[in-house]
């Protein structure tokens, strides 16, 4: 395969038919939404139905619940039928337009980027996440095939059994692999749930960097970028923030690799996301395997809603790939392009790899377009109080600020704990600078070739072992 990098860019909480779902009538072979013969839901009010329809409302303020038990419920016995009666039991308040929203599509062209992507490049529209349940879980099956039984983060912002995660990652073999691999984040990495994290915080480094890394051609073999999740630049899509400020995102990714065509030549670019955040899909998702013998919780033998998956290059034509995939896909990916590198868990190894579905260019394609940007971006809101997954994400910097040696560092963090009250803005303030904090302590992040030994964050585990107990 002709590709020296890949990227991979993880949204969060939108489904295939609510981002995608247009191209089923765009000509392109897609499975998505038939305007002709829309899907409908019960409305769960009235006794009347709700119909899958265009939308172009870039925000909705009380969020579609997505774990396990509103997922099943939106299963509904396998038809789907569940998704407007599982939002109205949750927020019985629900207007009218907010169910057609749990049921709406973005037209073509509305999400300028994404949908420029998706124009361009490969759709996979088959690609579900890992388990029919929330952001922290499927992003932990992206790292490491397996969240260990949990299915549900810790949702207090007090939370004492914060769940903190030792297995083994996909950047335990990358490393022992010899395959450099790095972090881009916008804020507060969530991947730091996993505590073999905090042996390669030097492949950690803020999104800042981004433009002028790929600028200077200095990207590793491969990259995960975390979005911005808190504050008024948050940009992971995740209501009730305006879904262009991720859209935003995206060209940000995108645009800088396109400007530089000879490291974009050999540059495989993965749009995708986390989980469906409670919004419609039409196809029900199939059975698995589990990805262990954690099944006491649940026993994850189907995968969740379908997620957006776009994967963009120069030496692509645009396609659709058809087979099925989950975010454990990346692992058997990794293991199939770089020698040593084994897939995590029963999941993994028995995943389909999607490079084997992609069709290559003997010469690289010079016709992609940039990715256009909204100019009307709408400021990220501000809402009471941290939820779900980001007050465990606000739990987690509280755990790591506990863990910083310097004493003063720690005391002047400590001595602002009365923000972890205020409404959400103020809370992700505190968050953000806790992480800071964190990686100030453990070393520098503007340098990814400096860090400190292993041997200083062996005795970090060992006091998280001490204070959580093992995780496996």
């Known amino acids: 395969m002709p590709i020296d990098h890949i990227v991979v860019l993880m949204m969060e909480n939108n489904g295939f038919d609510r981002m995608l779902g247009w191209m089923g009538a765009a000509g392109r072979d897609v499975d998505g939404v038939d305007p002709a013969h829309p899907a409908s839901n019960p409305d769960g009010v009235d006794g009347g139905v709700v119909l899958q329809g265009e939308t172009r409302t870039r925000n909705i303020d009380r969020d579609p619940l997505h774990y396990l038990a509103n997922s099943i419920a939106q299963l509904d016995g396998g038809s789907n039928q569940g998704f407007v009666t599982d939002y109205v039991r949750t927020h019985p308040a629900s ?19 994404l949908h420029t992507l998706a124009e361009h490049g490969v759709v996979f529209d088959h690609w579900f996440a890992s388990m029919p349940g929330p ?44 395959v450099p691999w790095r972090i881009y984040y916008g804020d507060v990495p969530q991947s730091l749930v996993l505590t073999h994290q905090w042996l390669h915080l030097r492949n950690y480094r803020a999104f800042r960097h981004w433009q002028a ?11 995960f970028i975390e979005p911005t999740y808190f504050g008024a630049e948050q940009n992971d899509q995740h209501p009730p923030h305006d879904v262009m400020r991720g859209d935003a995102l995206i060209a940000a990714v995108y645009n800088p690799l ?8 050999r540059t495989l670019l993965i749009v995708l996301y986390d989980e469906h955040g409670g919004f419609f899909d039409h196809v029900v ?12 919780n649940y026993s994850f033998d189907r995968l969740g809603f379908r997620v957006p998956a776009i994967f963009v290059s120069p030496l692509l034509d645009p396609d659709v790939a058809h087979a099925v995939y989950d975010h454990t896909s990346l692992l058997k990916m990794a293991a199939g392009k770089w020698p040593g590198v084994n897939p995590l868990g029963a999941r993994a190894r028995q995943a389909n790899d999607p490079l084997a579905e992609l069709h290559w260019r003997s010469e690289p394609r010079l016709d992609l377009p940039p990715a256009p940007v909204a100019p009307d971006i709408q400021p990220a809101r501000g809402v009471a109080s941290l939820t779900g997954f980001k007050a465990s994400l606000f739990g987690l910097s509280h755990h790591l600020e506990s863990l910083i040696d310097h004493a003063g560092h720690r005391s002047a963090l400590m001595a602002r ?7 959400s803005l103020g809370q992700g303030r505190l968050a953000v600078d806790r992480i800071e904090g964190f990686f100030k302590d ?11 030994h292993r041997g200083h964050h062996r005795g970090l585990l060992g006091r998280l072992s001490r204070l959580f107990g093992r995780r496996r």
């Open 95 to 113: 207007t009218p337009e907010e169910r057609r929203e749990i049921m709406a599509w973005y037209p073509r062209g509305f999400l300028p980027a």
């Open 135 to 178: 952001t922290w879980m499927n992003r932990l099956f992206a790292h490491s095939g397996t969240s260990l039984g949990h299915i549900a983060e810790p949702s207090s912002l007090f939370n004492p059994g914060l769940h903190l995660y030792d297995e083994r990652t996909l950047y335990d073999e990358l490393t022992d692999a010899a």
């Open 213 to 223: 890394d790929v600028a200077a051609g200095d990207l590793p073999a491969y990259s």
């Open 258 to 265: 396109r400007a530089n065509q000879a490291l974009f030549e």
């Open 285 to 296: 998702p199939p059975r698995t395997v589990p990805p262990d013998d954690h099944t006491q």
């Open 417 to 423: 704990a009365h923000e972890a009250l205020d409404d």
């Open 442 to 452: 453990r070393g520098p992040t503007g340098n990814p070739g400096r860090g400190p």
